[in-house]
C-alpha cells in the first residue's frame, strides 16, 4: 500500500485555530516525545503572531518554547508558519535575516512561508533568509475565491514559486473554501507543474469540507497532508488525524502513524480543555454563507467585538454583508492576516456610521497607498480609492517614508546594544517592560498531567465558581472543609 505522509499542527494551528493561542510550553511538554515518536514528518510549533502573545500574556520566551519542546523529541522536525515581520507593511530586510538565524539556532528545521498576495517578491526574501539559515522553505500558496483567482492565477503561483527552489509547496485554504469540484480542477494542475516537488494539502473544517477536500487531494495524487488531534481538531481548525486515517486505510492507503499512542494524547488535550474551559472541536455542518462573505472564524470574533462596543452587535450579519463589497472594491484581497482584518474593520465602520467610506481607517489609507503590498492601483476601484485618498489624513500617511536599516541601525534605535540576538530580536517586536515581567517569571514547568476528573482537579474547579465559599469532603472517620480565607 501506498504511504501518506502527516504534518502534525496541533501545537500551532489547532492551538491558534480553537485556543487562541493560550496552549503553555508547560502544557506541550508532557506530549512532545509522544508526538515526537509517532511518525510524523513534521510538527508545527510556532508562527511570529505567537511572540507577542507568549510574552505579553502568558510571560514566556518563545525561542525557550522551541528548545524545550526539541529537547524532548529530537526525531521529528519542528515547523515555524510564517508570514513575514512588517514595518509599514515593509520587510525590514536586516531584521527578516535575524528572524531566521534566531529560530534555527533554536531548533526550527522548516518553515511554511505566506506571503498574503502570494507575491514572489514576498516569497522570495523571507524563504532566501530562512534558506540562508538552514531552514528548509515550503511556499505556502493560499487559495482564495475571486475574479481574478483563476485556474491559471494558481499554475502561475506554482510556476512562480518552484523558481525559488522550495523543499516542498504547501496548498493552503486556512478559510477552508475549498469544495470537492475545485479541489478536482486545482490539484492536477498544481502537480503537473510542480513534477518532482512534493505538494502538501492544508485545510480547514470551517466550512464542513476540509476533510473530504483533503481526501480528494490524495485521490488525485498529494501524498503529504496536515492534520490536528483532537480535541485540537475541526471546527475552525484542520482535519482530525484519526478520522483522515481511517478514511484512507479504507481507500487502500498506508499511514506510517502510530495512532495507538496517540490516544493518550488525545485524552490529555480533552482534560487541559475541561479545565481550563477551553473550546473542544467538533465537525461542523456545511456553511454556504463562508463562500460569500470569506472572513475568518477569528476575524468574525474581532467584528463581533468591535459591534458590541457601540451596542450594534445585532448588526454582525450586515458588517459580514458589506465586507463582500469592500472586499471587491479593495481588488479582491486574499483574506488572511493582515488583509482581512483591513477589510473586516473597514466593513465595521461603514456600518456603524451608516455611510460607506464616511470614516476610513489608517489601514484603510495605507492599503490604498500601498504600504501593504499588492497591485493596489491596478485592481481597487478607482473611485473608491479616490475617495479614500482625498482627505487629509491621507496626505499625512502619503508621506511615511520607508528606509532599509542596518542591524546596527536598528539595535541603536531600540535601545539593544550589547543584547544577545534573540533578546535583540524581542526586543524590536515587543515592550521591554512586557519582556522584563516575562523573564522575572522564569522556565515553564510542566503542566499536570494527572487526570482531569481527579480530585485535585475537581477541588479546583469547585473554588473557582461563584458563590462557593467552602467544600467540604466526607467519608467514614474523615472530613477535610477547605475554604477562603475571606470568607465568613
Known sequence: MEKIEFVDVTLRDGNQSLWAERMSTGMMLPMASVIDRAGFAGVELLAPSFIGKLVRDLREDPFERIRRVREAGGRTPLRINAGGLNVFGT???AMVKLFWRVVA????????????????????????????????????ITYSISPRHSNDYYVNATREALKLRPFRICLKDPGGLLTPERT????????????????????HCSTGLGPLCLLEAVRLGLRIVNTALPPLADDASLPSLFSVAQNLRSMGFETGIDEESLLPVEAYFTGIAQREGFPVGRPVQYDCAQYVHQVPGGMISNLRNQLKEVGAEHRLPAAL??????????GYPIMVTPLS?????QAAVNVMTGQRYAQVTDQTIRYALGHFGGDVAEHMNPEI???????????????IEFKQ?????????????????????????????DIERMRAVGP???????????????????????????????RPGFRLTLGRRDAP
Open 91 to 93: 520587510d525590514q530586510h
Open 105 to 140: 539556532k533554536a531548533g526550527i528545521e522548516e518553515a511554511r512561508i505566506s506571503d498574503p498576495w502570494n507575491n514572489p517578491e514576498g516569497w522570495k526574501l523571507r524563504a532566501g533568509a530562512a534558506a540562508q539559515a538552514g531552514v528548509r522553505p515550503i511556499i505556502n
Open 184 to 203: 478536482r480542477e486545482l490539484v492536477p494542475l498544481m502537480l503537473a507543474e510542480a513534477k518532482e516537488v512534493p505538494i502538501e494539502f492544508h485545510a
Open 321 to 330: 454583508e458589506e465586507a463582500v463589497r469592500v472586499r471587491e472594491e479593495f
Open 341 to 345: 482584518q483591513f477589510v473586516g474593520s
Open 385 to 399: 480609492r479616490e475617495r479614500i485618498l482625498n482627505g487629509p489624513r491621507a496626505k499625512e500617511l502619503s508621506q
Open 405 to 433: 536599516l542596518s542591524e546596527d541601525q536598528i539595535r541603536n534605535d531600540v535601545g539593544a546594544e550589547g543584547l544577545d540576538e534573540e533578546n535583540f530580536l524581542l526586543r524590536y517586536l515587543l515592550r521591554k517592560d
Open 444 to 474: 515553564a514547568h510542566a503542566y499536570p498531567s494527572g487526570s482531569a476528573n481527579g480530585v485535585p482537579n475537581l477541588i479546583e474547579a469547585l473554588a473557582r465558581s461563584a458563590g462557593s465559599n467552602s467544600i467540604s469532603i466526607e
